[in-house]
């Protein structure tokens, strides 16, 4: 009688009980890259920190492929119990449109738990070129219509998607050229070849931009970064212009709502941490604490964004 009165009441427990013992185990967070890149070093820098607010190690699980959406895949279809986390990134919101036949919708399948961090792009060029500010940049790929060439790290990305608002806003022809990686693209860039120009990840060029191996056109948010104040914003020459890289957290859609209320506030914790923010500032990025339903909005609203851009650049997946 005492199991069949424990099992009844059972039901009416979890809700405090989940978000008073969450986790109760390791936490996976699958991430769609590499390891070494920004978006694998933010994700073990957070793990490290909620391991050990939260008591139970958060285990960074690298699934690549596909522009992420193996490692969607995988989340979207876990247990809703807050022990899958995903990495989320702006490849997230691109590929809603950029992908016709996906196996999970990511804004019905997703829950954007908690925003991480948000890192601008630069417009960077190699010194050798004619062209000293963005205005300039511009009238040189009009008087050179379709022999003008801006690389990126494949089809999709974010460093991709920059380079075609910015030819849908600045009314220029220039040319993709895709590669297995942002880095690769640089490293041409600066070595004359190939690109003439790059909306890379912050984090990936600012060591060149310091160097003088790459010259800074301008950054692709609406407010100049810290990390290169001298900097203007392509919104300055370019109104309405904005792209940014940004990551957060995100669980399967399922998981109770204390669930996500306590991974939330852990990590808007973190954002305030002197050790973080130090950590964020060196890799060029400003920490955005949200609530689950700032950030869910702000996932919705980029996926909107992007995907009138994929539609205007007429972009494939390769």
Request: aromatic letters at 8%; a positive charge.
């Amino acid at each position: 009688m005492a199991l069949v009165a424990a099992a009844a009441v059972s039901p009416a427990l979890p809700r405090g009980a989940w978000a008073q013992s969450y986790p109760s185990r390791p936490v996976r967070w699958i991430v769609g890259y590499a390891p070494g890149g920004a978006t694998d070093i933010l994700a073990r820098l957070m793990g490290q920190y909620l391991g050990e607010k939260l008591g139970q190690p958060f285990v960074i699980e690298n699934r690549t492929g596909a522009a992420s959406n193996i490692a969607t895949e995988a989340v979207a279809n876990a247990a809703p119990d807050g022990h899958t986390l995903l990495l989320v990134n702006p490849a997230n919101a691109i590929n809603a449109t950029l992908y016709e036949k996906l196996n999970f919708d990511f804004l019905r399948d997703i829950l954007p738990a908690a925003a991480l961090m948000r890192v601008p792009n630069v417009m960077a060029v190699n010194p050798a070129l004619p062209a000293h500010s963005v205005s300039a940049f511009i009238a040189y790929a009009k008087a050179n219509p379709g022999k003008v060439n801006f690389g990126s790290g494949g089809t999709g990305t974010s460093v991709h998607m920059s380079g075609e608002l910015f030819k849908m806003l600045a009314g220029v022809d220039m040319v993709h050229i895709p590669y297995r990686g942002a880095a690769l693209a640089v490293m041409d860039l600066i070595a004359g070849q190939g690109p003439h120009v790059v909306f890379d990840n912050l984090p990936g060029s600012i060591g060149h931009i310091r160097a003088g191996k790459l010259r800074a056109l301008a950054v692709t948010t609406t407010t100049r970064s810290d990390a290169l104040p001298g900097v203007p914003t392509l919104a300055e020459t370019l109104p309405g212009f904005e792209a940014s890289a940004w990551f957060g957290a995100g669980v399967p859609k399922a998981t109770p709502s204390a669930i996500v209320e306590r991974l939330n506030t852990a990590v808007n914790a973190a954002l305030v941490d002197q050790r973080i923010s130090a950590r964020f500032a060196e890799l060029g990025g400003t920490p955005m604490p949200m609530t689950p339903a700032e950030f869910t909005k702000y996932v919705s609203d980029e996926t909107e964004k992007w995907g009138k851009v994929v539609k205007f650049a007429n972009v494939k997946a390769s």
